[in-house]
């Protein structure tokens, strides 16, 4: 159990890990706070049909949204599995890597919850779409801790996930958008969009205990 | 006190260490061998970053697979060492200090006395990246001793370093080694001359040898010959080294017995060499 201490530990090490990441740290938040809801005012600017519209800027944010939301946790755990001289961090005493992916993905998350919330003043009854643009942010994690642990690739890592992006994207005009298809989920019923939802939640927590399981399984280190 | 009991190490067909035992003591042990002796596995057995399937590593008689606190009194410096190059000196301490569960109100006192030891205080405030290659690795020394620990590894901590940060980083060690056990895997024989009080010598996986810097040199009594080129009998030496002047040649070699030569001093390297080789 994470004691207080713990989480202030835990918190002052995110914002080391964030001044470690250099300049590049700040693009996800500038895509976040800037880039995302300017392209979400211009799309509804004057709208006529807030609601038709609506698939405009889902559309756009069910691209950047999930990258944005795994890009630190992504170059963090790169440094501890892929940095010169990563061996000392695995000889610390904090030994799980998964709180500090986890922090920056929810501190993204948040962020990005903030964002839903302003659009939600102007289009209402966007829970649903929003719970499950969540999941998969969430089932995007699991795949990058997955990958990271069991691969120790970044370059593989952000290769299935760009992929992934451009085959759910490629694969909009489908009349079904299932899981694991994510893109344009506008033609789906009520029920089938709750139950896709819950399929990326428990995708993400398979992905990462099996991320975590891989990591355990091989040698410890190498 | 560290104690490894019969460690044996596998990569697939490969055997990277047979079952290797010592009982260390607060000292500082050089650990040699070639390249591909088991030196770096031997360290991460001990480390545990290797699962340790047959054999045990013991801190103070307690199996360290099952006492996650033996970590704590770790400080482990690998070959190679250059996190977080964005961040300053100082902030790659602290992270590495809140890594290692120093507490929050110790860590500034603790930087400040770990980069004080190693001579980097007039750059705590540089990025890491902009540092040379031998600040680095005293950085890396530093981070060491963050968590005050009993036990320090140190995996070639001088390659590639010019001889004046080997001096500097012999010094460290003199200054530190109070008290605790430090192992130093190392090529150079300069550093095992220079600031270790035991040798352990691996060789393909097995401990080839264990005993004093001196008792090292004395492997090679007897053994160590200089001769002119011309002079020499039989083959079954090994040559050290080879010199030529005004068109002779002169051999420093190792054999059983003398080829045609007169007997020299052995020095460390040669006592290496004899054991390696085993003349």
């Known amino acids: 159990m994470y004691t207080k201490t713990d989480i202030a530990a835990l918190l002052r090490r995110y914002g080391l890990h964030l001044r470690a990441l250099g300049k590049h740290a700040a693009i996800p938040f500038l895509a976040v706070n800037l880039l995302l809801p300017v392209l979400t005012a211009l799309c509804l600017y004057k709208s006529t049909n807030p609601a038709e519209d609506m698939r405009e800027v889902l559309s756009y944010l069910r691209i950047f949204l999930p990258v944005c939301c795994i890009w630190h946790s992504i170059m963090i755990m790169k440094e501890y599995l892929l940095g010169t001289g990563s061996e000392v961090l695995f000889v610390c005493k904090t030994r799980s890597r998964l709180p500090d992916a986890l922090l920056p993905f929810l501190v993204m998350l948040s962020n990005s919850a903030l964002l839903f919330g302003g659009i939600s003043l102007f289009v209402p009854n966007q829970s649903a779409n929003w719970l499950h643009l969540v999941g998969v942010c969430c089932f995007y994690f699991g795949i990058a801790t997955f990958l990271l642990n069991a691969s120790r690739s970044l370059t593989l890592t952000l290769m299935v996930v760009l992929l992934y992006t451009i085959a759910a994207v490629l694969c909009g005009d489908l009349n079904v958008q299932f899981f694991p298809l994510y893109y344009d989920t506008m033609s789906l019923s009520e029920a089938d969009l709750r139950l896709c939802t819950a399929f990326f939640f428990l995708g993400a927590l398979a992905l990462t205990l099996l991320g975590e399981w891989r990591a355990k399984r091989n040698e410890k280190y190498a | 006190?560290?104690?490894?009991?019969?460690?044996?190490?596998?990569?697939?067909?490969?055997?990277?260490?047979?079952?290797?035992?010592?009982?260390?003591?607060?000292?500082?042990?050089?650990?040699?061998?070639?390249?591909?002796?088991?030196?770096?596995?031997?360290?991460?057995?001990?480390?545990?970053?290797?699962?340790?399937?047959?054999?045990?590593?013991?801190?103070?008689?307690?199996?360290?697979?099952?006492?996650?606190?033996?970590?704590?009194?770790?400080?482990?410096?690998?070959?190679?060492?250059?996190?977080?190059?964005?961040?300053?000196?100082?902030?790659?301490?602290?992270?590495?200090?809140?890594?290692?569960?120093?507490?929050?109100?110790?860590?500034?006192?603790?930087?400040?006395?770990?980069?004080?030891?190693?001579?980097?205080?007039?750059?705590?405030?540089?990025?890491?990246?902009?540092?040379?290659?031998?600040?680095?690795?005293?950085?890396?020394?530093?981070?060491?001793?963050?968590?005050?620990?009993?036990?320090?590894?140190?995996?070639?901590?001088?390659?590639?370093?010019?001889?004046?940060?080997?001096?500097?980083?012999?010094?460290?060690?003199?200054?530190i080694k109070k008290d605790r056990t430090v192992i130093l895997s190392t090529h150079i024989v300069a550093d095992i001359q220079a600031v270790c009080d035991e040798v352990l010598m691996l060789g393909e996986g097995k401990l080839l040898f264990h005993g004093t810097v001196r008792d090292m040199t004395e492997q090679a009594r007897g053994k160590v010959f200089l001769a002119k080129q011309a002079d020499m009998t039989g083959s079954d030496v090994f040559i050290v080294k080879t010199e030529e002047k005004d068109g002779e040649v002169t051999l420093r070699y190792l054999a059983p017995e003398n080829r045609g030569g007169s007997p020299c001093e052995p020095t460390t390297e040669d006592g290496y060499l004899c054991i390696q080789k085993q003349i």
């Open chain 2, 1 to 175: 006190m560290l104690s490894i009991q019969n460690i044996t190490k596998t990569f697939g067909k490969r055997t990277a260490l047979s079952q290797v035992s010592f009982a260390f003591d607060k000292k500082v042990y050089g650990l040699v061998g070639a390249n591909g002796a088991g030196k770096t596995t031997l360290l991460r057995c001990i480390l545990q970053l290797y699962r340790v399937k047959d054999g045990e590593v013991l801190w103070n008689g307690k199996s360290v697979a099952r006492d996650r606190s033996f970590l704590n009194q770790v400080g482990y410096l690998p070959q190679q060492f250059g996190l977080y190059k964005e961040l300053r000196v100082r902030e790659a301490l602290a992270l590495l200090a809140n890594e290692k569960g120093v507490p929050k109100q110790d860590t500034d006192e603790r930087i400040a006395a770990c980069l004080a030891l190693v001579h980097l205080s007039d750059r705590a405030d540089s990025k890491v990246g902009e540092l040379s290659g031998g600040m680095v690795r005293r950085l890396g020394i530093a981070q060491t001793l963050l968590n005050e620990p009993q036990l320090l590894i140190f995996d070639e901590p001088t390659a590639g370093l010019d001889p004046e940060e080997r001096v500097r980083f012999q010094n460290i060690i003199t200054n």
